[in-house]
């Protein structure tokens, strides 16, 4: 199980940090990933990081903004986000990809002024 957390309303140019809090499974050996969703729009992927190496991947559209981690022992996966747009006000969704499929409930981005 998955738990997002950090969510909010920042003004554009603003910054948040997502938290993604795992329970009764071991990360170690599940790719991560984060999700998001505007209304009306498909779910998209935001940016992934590997379970050896640590590798990270992201979307063209967040690269040098967005910053994603992962503390396996502490079970915990983060997003940082710099220089918000109002474009990416989504439910952002935590991923963990491993034998089986792990998504969090989500949590509300929005970027207003």
């Known amino acids: 199980q998955l738990a997002e957390s950090g969510g909010g309303l920042v003004q554009p140019g603003g910054s948040l940090r997502l938290s993604c809090a795992a329970s009764g499974i071991t990360l170690d050996y599940h790719l991560i990933g984060w999700f998001r969703q505007a209304p009306g729009k498909e779910r998209e992927a935001v940016s992934c990081i590997g379970s050896s190496d640590g590798s990270a991947n992201y979307a063209d559209s967040v690269k040098g903004r967005f910053t994603i981690s992962r503390d396996n022992a502490k079970k915990m996966v983060y997003l940082q986000m710099n220089s918000l747009k109002p474009e990416e006000t989504a439910v952002y969704y935590c991923?963990?990809?491993?034998?089986?499929?792990?998504w969090g409930q989500g949590t509300q981005v929005t970027v207003s002024s």
């Open positions: 991923n963990a990809r491993g034998t089986s499929d792990y």
